[in-house]
């Protein structure tokens, strides 16, 4: 049996979203009209993923977050 999911009225959040597996989810998410949430440790490169994709149109927001700290805001 297969399931088709809409996700363009959700909200996503990603992870480890600046590059490699997670930027791919954010650019399927993006593309199939989802909000979503960027986080990352590695601030550069994940603003400006989000600066790309909300100047192509997408809800995107960017949050500097490194999961693996605690103190992380």
């Known amino acids: 049996m297969e ?3 809409c996700i363009a009225t959700r909200r996503t959040i990603v ?4 590059r490699g ?3 791919a ?9 989802a909000s979503v949430l960027i986080s990352d440790a590695l ?4 603003e400006a993923l ?3 994709l909300r100047e ?6 960017y949050l500097q977050l490194n999961v693996s700290s ?3 805001p």
């Open 3 to 5: 399931v088709a999911i």
């Open 15 to 18: 992870t480890g979203a600046a």
């Open 21 to 23: 597996q997670g930027e």
């Open 25 to 33: 989810h954010v650019q399927l998410f993006a593309l199939e009209g």
């Open 43 to 46: 601030d550069d490169l994940g």
């Open 50 to 52: 989000a600066s790309e």
């Open 56 to 61: 192509a149109g997408s809800d995107v927001d």
């Open 70 to 72: 605690e103190e992380s």
